[in-house]
């Protein structure tokens, strides 16, 4: 099994920063991709970022010039920081990464979701 344990939310005023991070752990051959959605009350789940291992990075036109994903590969930890953060994004904000185990199953998984309030 994999575990993903996210650090980092909180609550920020409007054009504030915050940086969540997401660790993976468990029988992880490797991961090949990590990335972060979020939901909000009354919506459905959405992308924000996603890295490759590799590198490759996708977001979501919402958060572009404003989130940046990065990753540790070593640490098998995802990091995202968030700055300018507006009003519409507060939500859970949930870890997951796309391992493949040492049993060379892939699957997806996802951390427990860390909340991100922005108010004045």
């Known amino acids: 099994q994999v575990q993903l344990v996210e650090s980092g939310g909180g609550s920020v005023q409007p054009g504030g920063s915050l940086r969540l991070s997401c660790a993976a752990s468990g029988s992880i051959f490797s991961i090949l991709a990590m990335g972060w959605y979020r939901q909000a009350p009354g919506k459905q789940r959405e992308l924000v970022a996603t890295?490759?291992?590799?590198?490759?990075?996708n977001y979501a036109d919402s958060v572009k010039g404003r989130f940046t994903i990065s990753r540790d590969n070593a640490k098998n930890t995802v990091y995202r920081q968030m700055n300018s953060l507006k009003p519409e994004d507060p939500a859970v904000y949930y870890c997951?990464?796309?391992?493949?185990?040492?049993?060379?199953?892939?699957?997806?998984?996802w951390g427990q979701g860390t909340q991100v309030t922005v108010s004045s």
């Open positions: 890295i490759t291992s590799e590198g490759g990075t």
């Open positions: 997951y990464a796309y391992c493949l185990t040492i049993a060379r199953v892939a699957s997806n998984y």
